[in-house]
């Protein structure tokens, strides 16, 4: 019997880079939509690290679901503006706000900075937690700088205006392999694969 796991996001953007980076796992990948349980809780991201909060998110969502879950938390940070948006990332236009209103605001607080000073990196902690079994981590980042207009149409988030070191396109003007083999969570989680792997096969009998 394949084991199912639990991609503990809502976000379909990154639900899209997930399944792309762990195809091929001998699992069955579900959405939190896909487990027929109603409504998922609200998880309240109170770390002061990805890692902490990729902790509490995947632990909150097995426990939810009664299914081994992964998940991540990522972000940008902006060394212009001491580390910010950071763990805030998702949250940095204030609760509830959607990628425009984040970006505007990080475009913003950068106004008026020159390019040189732009540096910036995604980061990105990945989380398996299985109650029974226990836990397992991986941590990545991914160097580049924040333009000051956005570019592309591919991604979500912070993508249309991060410039990777080394790169001519924005994370959001490449398609979604060439970001995967590059990024921040596909790094997080390809070092977490084999984890994923030995735990589904143990899972799996």
């Not at 639900?15 to 069955?28: C, F, K």
């Not at 609760?95 to 980061?123: C, H, S, Y």
Request: glycine fraction near 12%; aromatic fraction near 6%.
């Amino acid at each position: 019997m394949v084991p199912r796991l639990l991609l503990a996001s809502a976000n379909q953007g990154k639900l899209r880079e997930l399944r792309a980076i762990l195809e091929g796992l001998p699992v069955e990948l579900a959405g939190l939509g896909d487990v027929g349980l109603g409504a998922p809780p609200e998880v309240e991201e109170t770390g002061d690290t990805f890692l902490a909060n990729a902790l509490l998110k995947a632990r909150a969502y097995a426990a939810w679901s009664g299914l081994a879950a992964v998940a991540d938390d990522s972000g940008l940070e902006v060394d212009a503006l001491g580390g910010a948006p950071g763990v805030r990332s998702a949250r940095y236009a204030g609760p509830g706000a959607g990628d425009q209103a984040n970006l505007d605001k990080l475009l913003a607080a950068l106004a008026g900075v020159p390019g040189e000073r732009r540096t910036a990196r995604f980061r990105c902690a990945a989380v398996l937690a299985d109650p029974q079994v226990g836990e397992w981590h991986a941590e990545a980042a991914w160097e580049g700088r924040v333009l000051d207009a956005p570019r592309g149409k591919g991604g979500f988030g912070y993508d249309p205006v991060f410039l990777p070191d080394g790169w001519e396109l924005t994370s959001a003007e490449v398609d979604q392999t060439t970001k995967d083999a590059a990024s921040h969570r596909g790094k997080a989680f390809r070092a977490l694969r084999p984890a994923i792997e030995a735990w589904a096969r143990a899972a799996a009998g």
